[in-house]
């Protein structure tokens, strides 16, 4: 069957956001108000920047606005893995920080162990399963790779299952899997959309007042606080805490820091009993397998498949545009990969399609500062690994605006920036380029090129 057949009936929305248990909008702010803190952005950094805030100190008066809906954007179509790393992976945290990549993992322990708790605590049913994630291998130069990566793992005391190719494929069965590597207690699926409304719901309990269609147009100083101008009023707030993360920033320095690059995915139609039967899953891990260009997949609640990755998009100054939301490239491309991996699944169609941008740095993880006196705080940077961390960039957030060294703002991974990006046309000549040769080290059993060795040497090496 023609792969692309399987896309003729797809609907070109992100699958989660058309739950018919999504919320109504809330009004638009209308005229001026005053706030201790406001929180700019309804994704997950601003909600739980927001919740956060009331639990710390419920007298706060916390106003957060969203320009669209809220979790319209990366926070309601994502792929719905939550991880406990906050530096895109061990590998990636290991060549940055190796002097407090223990600390590191441990607080992104932690902060998904809290996120767990407040989902208990604030009653926010989002399908959350904490089933772990396999990375798995299909080349035979990468199953070395995970046994490196298993080895260097323990030295941390973190525990990852190491499955040949009979054991990965009793957990997911494909032909193309060689082995894999089980991650089972740092890795959680979740409905994206479901997080983010009851995120919303939870910061309305706690007594945040909250703005949707409401987008901040500009950022001044105001005396002892901050003005922020939205299209018809003010927020005159003592602090602010910018969660826009791809969106451009309202402190214009942020922003060579940024490139928003588009990522792609697919939902399946609910599997039948003998489809089920076909693939295994039973213990419904997340998967991703090892290439450079990726996919990850995953089962929803009602045994869909969700199958997104590979191909990852800049566009020329790094415009953020709904019309690049679909890519039909690319979701041919994606459905000729997923009947590779599952030829068992012939014949099962498609019902969604989506893309959206994601923001990137150059160190592929989050990063933290402040601006106009420590009355404003920022967190951006996530590259696509935020579901879970951007809970602990909000603490991050909260910190900086107290004023308060913790153990958060002691990291050098806090007190640090990444490299910025240069200006058009090296940003994105450089970008092609990268993304050329790591499609040429998945053709050439891994082997970097000179190019790939030398962002390497200048810490920008990216490896997933």
Request: with cysteine; net charge negative; hydrophobic share 40%.
């Amino acid at each position: 069957m023609d792969p692309a057949r399987s896309l003729a009936d797809a609907r070109p929305t992100p699958f989660w956001l058309e739950d018919p248990g999504r919320p109504q909008p809330l009004p638009a702010l209308v005229g001026d108000i005053h706030c201790d803190l406001l929180v700019v952005g309804g994704g997950y950094s601003g909600l739980w920047t927001a919740l956060i805030a009331k639990e710390r100190d419920p007298s706060l008066d916390v106003v957060l606005v969203e320009g669209h809906e809220i979790g319209w954007a990366a926070s309601g179509r994502n792929g719905g893995f939550c991880a406990a790393s906050l530096t895109h992976g061990f590998g990636n945290g290991l060549q940055r920080w190796p002097a407090e990549l223990a600390e590191l993992e441990r607080l992104g322990a932690q902060n998904l162990q809290h996120m767990e708790e407040a989902l208990t605590r604030h009653r926010i049913d989002c399908e959350w399963e904490r089933t772990g994630e396999i990375d798995v291998a299909t080349e035979p130069y990468q199953l070395d790779d995970l046994h490196e990566v298993a080895e260097q793992v323990a030295a941390y005391g973190i525990d990852l299952t190491v499955l040949d190719t009979e054991a990965v494929r009793a957990e997911v069965d494909s032909p193309t899997f060689l082995g894999g590597l089980w991650d089972k207690d740092g890795v959680a699926m979740l409905h994206p959309a479901k997080l983010a409304w009851g995120l919303k719901r939870a910061c309305l309990d706690q007594g945040v007042r909250i703005f949707e269609h409401t987008r901040a147009e500009a950022l001044a100083e105001n005396g002892t606080g901050t003005a922020v101008r939205t299209p018809y009023g003010r927020v005159f707030a003592r602090r602010v805490a910018l969660g826009t993360n791809v969106f451009p920033s309202l402190v214009r320095r942020v922003r060579p820091y940024i490139v928003p690059v588009y990522d792609y995915a697919m939902m399946t139609e609910p599997l039948n009993a003998e489809q089920l039967a076909a693939v295994g899953w039973r213990n419904r891990q997340g998967v991703g397998d090892s290439a450079n260009q990726f996919h990850y997949f995953r089962m929803t609640a009602d045994n869909r498949i969700l199958w997104g990755g590979y191909d990852a998009v800049y566009h020329y100054r790094g415009r953020v545009r709904s019309e690049h939301d679909q890519r039909p490239e690319t979701f041919r491309k994606l459905a000729g990969h997923f009947f590779r991996t599952f030829p068992q699944l012939e014949g099962v169609r498609f019902t969604h399609t989506w893309g959206g941008a994601i923001d990137t740095c150059t160190r592929f993880s989050a990063f933290f500062g402040t601006a106009y006196g420590n009355r404003v705080a920022y967190a951006a940077g996530y590259t696509g690994l935020g579901v879970g961390a951007t809970r602990f960039g909000a603490e991050v957030m909260l910190d900086l605006l107290a004023g308060e060294r913790t153990e958060r703002t002691a990291l050098a991974m806090v007190r640090d920036k990444p490299l910025p990006f240069p200006p058009e046309p090296f940003r994105w000549a450089g970008i092609e380029l990268t993304k050329w040769s790591l499609d040429r080290a998945d053709h050439r059993a891994g082997r970097r090129n000179l190019w790939l060795k030398t962002m390497d040497r200048l810490g920008l090496g990216f490896d997933s």
